[in-house]
């Protein structure tokens, strides 16, 4: 079946501009998550979203960065006012849930000029 | 002390070889363990879950040590593909289920 889709696959934006990111999660799947990676490093969290539960919002590094999911499906993450340290692969993942492993999309590769 | 930790590496091994990689977790109450292997600029791909008893997929094998805490990964008969960087995950119920991934091992195979 289908699996993770991000979109866009590349996105250039000049610093302190707006961009919205874009996850469609496996169908059926009730977690969705969003993670980042800089060049050379590892995953970090950002946001988990759990059906229609409150979201865990504990890894957004600041009060720039957003998400949502709308009907328990599509996510989007936003970025405003990008700055050049926001540059990174923004991964996407969706699971079953509870301790269900994750299962990720291509990444949007964000680069900030 | 960080929740995941993996040796960065890398290692280099011939073709054919056999390679383990070890990853220790601080957090006793995890529950649940996975090995993704990621290529290079690619997204993180699950490889196996890891049981308590242990468990194999053909040249791979993954072992959980509860009591000292660390998840381990053998790769048997090392094949050119198999260049890559291996992530160690750990997931705990902690009301909510994020789960923590290691910085990761890097792999590589040589002719």
């Known amino acids: 079946g289908a699996g993770v889709s991000q979109s866009p696959s590349n996105k250039v934006t000049e610093k302190g501009k707006d961009v919205e990111l874009r996850c469609d999660p496996i169908s059926g799947h009730t977690a969705l998550y969003w993670y980042r990676q800089s060049l050379g490093q590892g995953l970090e969290f950002l946001i988990y979203f759990q059906g229609n539960s409150a979201p865990d919002k504990s890894g957004l590094p600041s009060d720039r960065f957003s998400a949502e999911r709308t009907g328990g499906s599509v996510s989007t993450l936003t970025i405003q006012r990008t700055q050049q340290e926001d540059s990174a692969v923004y991964l996407c993942?969706?699971?079953?849930?509870?301790?269900?492993?994750?299962?990720f999309g291509n990444g949007t590769r964000l680069t900030v000029t | 002390r960080k929740e995941v930790e993996q040796d960065p590496g890398p290692f280099n091994v011939p073709e054919g070889a056999t390679v383990a990689f070890n990853c220790t977790y601080s957090n006793s109450a995890s529950q649940s363990f996975f090995w993704y292997r990621q290529d290079c600029r690619k997204e993180p791909k699950l490889l196996m879950s890891?049981?308590?008893s242990g468990n194999e997929d053909g040249r791979f094998t993954a072992q959980l040590n509860r009591a000292s805490q660390y998840i381990s990964l053998l790769i048997r008969d090392s094949k050119l593909s198999d260049s890559a960087t291996y992530l160690c995950v750990v997931n705990t119920d902690r009301g909510s289920y994020i789960p923590t991934f290691g910085r990761g091992t890097s792999l590589i195979v040589h002719p």
């Open positions: 993942a969706s699971s079953s849930g509870g301790l269900s492993p994750l299962h």
């Open positions: 890891v049981y308590s």
